[in-house]
């Protein structure tokens, strides 16, 4: 039983998505000469390599059995696929944005008949219609930004990450039309056929984002003032106590806490009395 997982080619999303594979111990057996397909360190899996927009109709259709590609691509498509997991990175926001001296500021301002140029002819129609706006679409390959000041549209519909390239380019943002992130999607005969091998996958993918900006925190204390540690450290479930047999009276206790927490959470540890602490990475969490 073979798994073929599509991962794009190039751009933005395709380190961190090869990196989450390798991560998950998927990893490329050849990451340098990156080629069309390539084989893991898992017989059972191999990885495609193909552009962002074309994965969600390559998974609907079954040349892949999974994939991972942005939400904004699949809902374009229109693909029929199953999305399994929101993998946390490559966000961005499909928005409505006009030029900074444009009278349209907010939704209500877009008259009638306004032309839209965009890459997501879709997407922005369908959202557009469901506020009840009619509006001629302009379909762009690139350079959107650049259509209302050489008179192709009125407003564009465009992917930002930070607004950074909007005010660069002298445009406001009117609107949001969706809120994108990359996922994990799988073919849905696929789903049934090869579920155990897919869930498998998902796992150890799902540990890896459940561990990220987690730390794991161990320290010892003396008994007494266990209930005070138990305070200070909250963990997913509480913290995990121990016997320290070469010590009477010390136990060891550890529990996962939020990367961000852990400053305040080891000095409040130290006040209390606690030694020995120690701060690990988290690889995975399943």
Do not use: C, W
């Not at 998950?24 to 927009?53: E, H, P």
């Not at 090869?194 to 993918?205: C, S």
């Amino acid at each position: 039983m073979e798994i073929k997982i599509a991962l794009p080619s190039k751009g933005r999303i395709s380190d961190p998505a090869v990196k989450l594979l390798s991560r998950a111990g998927i990893g490329l057996k050849d990451t340098v000469n990156r080629k069309l397909f390539s084989d893991t360190y898992d017989d059972q899996i191999s990885v495609m390599f193909t552009r962002a927009a074309d994965i969600p109709e390559f998974v609907a259709d079954g040349a892949a059995d999974l994939g991972m590609t942005g939400l904004d691509l699949i809902k374009e498509k229109g693909a029929q696929v199953k999305i399994m997991e929101d993998l946390k990175f490559g966000k961005s926001k499909l928005v409505l944005a006009a030029p900074e001296e444009s009278d349209i500021k907010k939704l209500t301002d877009i008259k009638q008949d306004s032309i839209v140029a965009t890459e997501f002819p879709n997407l922005t129609r369908k959202y557009l219609e469901s506020k009840k706006k009619s509006v001629k679409i302009v379909q762009l390959s690139g350079s959107t930004e650049i259509a209302p000041f050489i008179g192709v549209s009125d407003l564009i519909a465009d992917l930002t990450s930070t607004g950074t390239t909007l005010k660069m380019n002298h445009l406001q943002m009117v609107d949001t039309i969706l809120e994108s992130s990359v996922q994990l999607i799988a073919n849905t005969v696929s789903y049934v056929e090869k579920k155990e091998k897919i869930e498998e996958i998902r796992t150890g993918i799902k540990g890896v984002l459940d561990a990220d900006g987690k730390k794991l925190v161990m320290m010892n204390v003396d008994e007494e003032v266990l209930d005070d540690v138990k305070l200070a450290m909250p963990g997913m479930t509480g913290p995990t106590v121990s016997q320290v047999l070469s010590d009477n009276g010390v136990v060891a206790v550890h529990a996962v806490v939020n990367e961000h927490e852990v400053f305040h959470v080891v000095n409040r540890l130290k006040k209390i009395g606690a030694r020995d602490i120690l701060v690990v990475p988290i690889e995975r969490i399943i």
